[in-house]
Each structure stands twice: as structure tokens, then as C-alpha cells.
């Protein structure tokens, strides 16, 4: 399989954008990438697109409503949807696609126009959808599910209500120099530990909020392509993981969980970035710049753990040490996270791979990561859907 | 006399579920005789990898179990989830059942500030409104025991 690079890459700004469709936001961001890249839409020969489950049968398809509007050149054109993990799904596509020599050049797009407020079921069969049963018969929205394991690992580890508050703290310092940020405010301890408690042990700010946005990356093995590129990123790994049986954690949208562990803790996550180290040949310590996927304060710290980051229960010590900052032992979101942007569920895992390329290219201003040469983005999707991209440089 | 009429005005929010005919609430789970394997809802099949499927049954889970965890709901949860009032601020639970399985529930008829990982509680049917014809619509919750 031959090498793939990252040339050019593009966001439309994360934020609330009702009157806009998933189109329009869409064609900014693979327009934005198109230029950074400094090529054609003609040279693009695959679109890898993140479906738009909020858009009908148009969502469904959004490959081919954004080829349209770039021009259609029948190219193989894919949708595809893993939860909150649909861009990492794109993206090793793509590169799968490219690495196998089916083509030079692809594009990899998402984007994700959330409803208002909580995420609702889409269908009404309960015995199809669990989603259905999660709602009418016990009342749990996402959040949920994460206050159930938070307080799992308070009990366990001592996570104090002050550990989960300095996530915030941490993340918010880097949104704040993030000029893309859609949360910009920089809080305090305080402000954060007196937040509206929403689903408790998590506090308003210490869970992310749901955001518009779109992410695009064209990846090309093509010698003129990289040639052209400024400061093309390597992809060292790309992979996907689903859970293990045996998995004790309450997945969304299920109702039970084994009550005997046979699996890690979030086995999908676990999975996929072992996959990816052992691809890319590298170990967690190698890593100098990750971006997780911090839905809440739990996340950020469980995710520590479960990607090798450091030992069980010593996430909370990291973090109180300064050594998930920039400057520490490993930068961890420095774009300012899930927190900072609020998540778009089919771009997500795209900007987190245009972030941590960022990094890699030095154009991350005052939260630049110093000698950032291999950067890796996680992601996590309900019922078991997760991606882990490494990137060199 | 009053039990039995009580008994019979309640109908499920959803059916095949739970279980509250008799003396005490029982969830309604199934287990694969091959691989040992328990799964809530029925339809929710999990084997073991490599499992041939094979003599599944549905089981009635204990009445009565353990708080693995808990978590508070400050919000209202949005539709479908209907109640005749809101219940905010309510409890969730994840309860382990001897069999050897953690089932999540709403926590009613308890004293939230109190909640520990551990306690023992028992499953209850709750009231989440009721219906043109007059019934308690009803789902599987969790009370605290004392």
C-alpha cells in the first residue's frame, strides 16, 4: 500500500446556522479546502461524504448533492455514517481507496446541521430502535449516559467535582486563542463549578453543546498533488473499531450492559487506536499533539486511559499536573476541543483531523504545540463506533 | 381487593418489557442458553462470538438488585418521553441484577441526595401519565430499598 498524504484541508465555521442548508455549508468547506490544496475539482476521482441524517433522503445521499454543485464528473461517490465517528469512517475511505491505487486523489467530506437542544429518536419501532425505548421508557438523553459513568469513576478513581470542572478550565484557554472556536470564553474554576448542574455529576459547561459546521481533507498519493501542497501531512494510520463483547459500558442507545467486565472500557476506542499505533508503529508516547473526543469532562479524562495515555485512574493526576497542556507531556485538544465548538455529529471527526493537521503545519498561532511532529485524532460514537487517524509530519 | 384493581388499570408504555402481574415487578430479559449470555430487551441479542444462537429463552429478572450507579436529570427529558408533569429533577440508576446483568431505569419514590452506589433496590412499575381509557401507563422503575 503506498503512502497517503493530506493536502489540502477546510471548514465552513462551527456555529448555529438554521437558515442555511447542509449544502451551502458543505460547498464552503470543500471549496476552502480545494484552495488550500491549490487544485481542481477535476483532479478530485472519489467523494467519501459523511451522511446528513437530519436531511431526509437528500442527507442520506449528500455526496451527491455537494458533487453537484462542484460538478458532477462520475467519480465514485460514497455515503457513509458511523455515528459521531461518520468523518474518521470517510476519511480511511478514502485513504483505503488511494493506498490500494484505485485512485490518486480524494475528498473527504462531512457536515451536520443539529437540531435545537436534545438529539431525538427518528423512527418509532421499538423493537428496531433502541433509541425508542431509551426515550419513551426511561427518559435518557446522551447526557445520561455520561453522568452514569462519570459517577462510576468518582466512586472508583475520586474524580472530585473539581477535577471535571478544570477539563473545562483547560479547554476553554484554548478555545479562547481559536479563532474558529464557536465558545471563545476563557472560565475559571469557579465560573465552572457553579454552572447550571444539567445531568448530574456534569455541569452545563462541562458538557459540550451540539453545533453546525462542515469539515472537508483531500488526500492524494499524486506526486504534483503533494508537490503543490503547503506542507502536505502524512497519514501514518487510519482505522475504525467496534466494540468488544464483554464491554461494561452503558452504550448509548442500549438499556443494559454486561454486569462482569470482558472488555475495556469503551472496547470500540480501545480497538481502534491500538490498530493504529500498530499500523503506524508508534506507541501513545510518541504522540505529541491529540485531539479526543470531549463530550464531557468524563470523556476527556476516561479517554486519557483507554488510548494508553497514562495508567488507569491516573488520568485526574495528569491533569491536575498541567501535563495534558500545551508544554506537557502531551497537548490534548488544543484547538479547545468538543468544548469550545459544541459537536456537528458528520463533521466531527473531520475537523478533529484538520485541527490536529493544523498543529502539524504550524499555523495554530498562540496554542501552536512547539516541535509537533505526530499528531493523532480519536473519536467516539454511540453503540460502538469509533476512528483513530495518526498524522506525521 | 384494591390491589387487584390497581393491577388492572395499569398497561405497559410499551409491551413485552417488564413483568407486573404477580406479587412483584420483574423485568422481562432473555438469555442464550449457549453462550450464557443475558440481553435486555429481548430483541437487543448479544452473543458471544462464534455462539450457534441456540436455545434462547426469555427470563424474569430478580426483583431486586444493586446500584452500580446513578445520575440526576435537572431537565425535562423532550418528547417521546412523556410524562403528565414534568418529574425534573429525576433519578437514573443502573441496576445489577444477580443474574449477571446492569439494567438502567428511572429511579422513583427515593431520596435523590441520598443515592449511593450500592444500595439495594427493587423494581417497581411508575405512572408516566395516563391514557384516554383511563389506565396508568407505566414503565419499570427503581425504588431504593430502606
Not at chain 1, 6 to 21: A, E, S, Y
Not at chain 1, 220 to 249: E, F, L, W
Not at chain 1, 299 to 317: D, N, P, R, V
Not at chain 2, 87 to 94: K, N, R, S
Request: glycine residues 10%; aromatic residues 8%.
Amino acid at each position: 500500500m503506498r503512502e497517503v498524504s493530506i493536502v489540502g484541508v477546510g471548514l465552513h465555521p462551527w456555529g448555529k446556522f438554521k437558515d442555511k442548508t447542509f449544502v451551502e455549508i458543505g460547498t464552503v468547506a470543500i471549496a476552502n479546502a480545494l484552495k488550500d490544496a491549490d487544485i481542481e475539482w477535476n483532479d478530485v476521482q472519489a467523494i467519501f461524504s459523511g451522511i446528513y441524517i437530519f436531511g431526509g433522503n437528500a442527507g442520506h445521499i449528500s455526496g451527491q448533492y455537494l458533487e453537484s454543485v462542484f460538478g458532477e464528473t462520475g467519480i465514485p461517490v460514497v455515503n457513509v455514517y458511523n455515528a459521531c465517528a461518520t468523518g474518521s469512517a470517510a476519511i480511511r475511505m478514502a485513504y483505503n481507496s488511494i493506498a490500494a491505487g484505485e485512485v490518486d486523489t480524494a475528498l473527504a467530506v462531512g457536515v451536520d446541521i443539529s437540531p435545537e437542544g436534545f438529539l431525538s429518536a427518528k423512527s418509532d419501532n421499538p423493537r428496531q430502535d433502541r433509541d425508542v425505548l431509551r426515550w419513551r421508557m426511561t427518559g435518557m438523553p446522551n447526557p445520561v449516559y455520561w453522568a452514569l459513568e462519570c459517577r462510576k469513576r468518582m466512586a472508583k478513581y475520586g474524580t472530585s467535582a473539581e477535577d471535571l470542572a478544570r477539563v473545562k478550565v483547560v479547554l476553554s484557554q484554548y478555545g479562547s486563542k481559536n479563532p474558529n472556536a464557536r465558545y471563545k470564553k476563557a472560565y475559571t474554576l469557579e465560573d465552572v463549578a457553579n454552572s447550571l448542574m444539567v445531568c448530574d455529576p456534569l455541569r452545563l459547561l462541562e458538557i459540550c453543546a451540539t453545533s453546525d459546521g462542515a469539515a472537508a481533507v483531500i488526500l492524494s498519493a499524486s506526486p504534483g498533488a503533494i508537490q503543490r501542497a503547503n506542507r502536505p501531512v502524512k497519514i501514518a494510520a487510519t482505522t475504525m473499531g467496534s466494540a468488544h463483547y464483554g464491554d461494561p459500558t452503558l452504550r448509548i442507545s442500549a438499556l443494559s450492559a454486561p454486569a462482569v467486565a470482558e472488555a475495556p472500557l469503551l472496547s470500540e476506542s480501545y480497538s481502534a487506536s491500538r490498530a493504529a499505533y500498530k499500523k503506524a508503529g508508534i506507541g501513545p508516547e510518541d504522540v505529541d499533539v491529540l485531539e479526543l473526543p470531549d463530550n464531557s469532562s468524563w470523556h476527556y479524562l476516561q479517554y486519557l486511559e483507554t488510548c494508553g495515555f497514562c495508567g488507569e485512574g491516573e488520568a485526574e493526576k495528569m491533569l491536575r499536573d498541567g501535563q495534558t497542556q500545551i508544554g506537557g507531556k502531551l497537548a490534548v485538544c488544543p484547538s479547545g476541543g468538543f468544548s469550545s465548538f459544541g459537536e456537528a455529529v458528520g463533521a466531527q471527526a473531520i475537523w478533529q483531523v484538520v485541527e490536529a493537521s493544523d498543529q502539524l503545519r504550524g499555523r495554530c498561532g498562540a496554542r501552536q504545540v512547539p516541535n509537533a511532529r505526530l499528531a493523532m485524532a480519536q473519536t467516539y460514537g454511540l453503540m460502538g463506533n469509533s476512528g483513530t487517524t495518526i498524522l506525521k509530519i | 381487593m384494591e390491589k387487584v384493581q390497581a393491577q388492572k388499570d395499569r398497561v405497559p408504555a410499551l409491551p413485552d418489557l417488564f413483568d407486573f402481574a404477580g406479587d412483584s415487578v420483574r423485568i422481562r430479559s432473555a438469555r442464550c442458553a449457549s453462550c450464557g449470555t443475558y440481553f435486555f430487551p429481548e430483541y437487543h441479542a448479544q452473543h458471544r462470538s462464534g455462539c450457534t444462537r441456540e436455545g434462547v429463552e426469555r427470563v424474569l429478572l430478580s426483583n431486586r438488585g444493586k446500584l452500580t450507579s446513578y445520575a440526576i436529570e435537572h431537565y425535562m427529558c423532550p418528547p417521546p418521553f412523556k410524562t403528565s408533569a414534568s418529574i425534573a429533577p429525576y433519578g437514573i440508576g443502573l441496576v445489577e441484577f444477580p443474574e449477571g446483568i446492569q439494567v438502567a431505569g428511572l429511579i422513583m419514590e427515593s431520596d435523590l441526595d441520598a443515592l449511593a452506589i450500592g444500595q439495594e433496590v427493587e423494581t417497581i412499575t411508575y405512572t408516566l401519565y395516563s391514557n384516554d381509557a383511563g389506565q396508568d401507563v407505566v414503565t419499570w422503575a427503581f425504588r431504593v430499598l430502606k
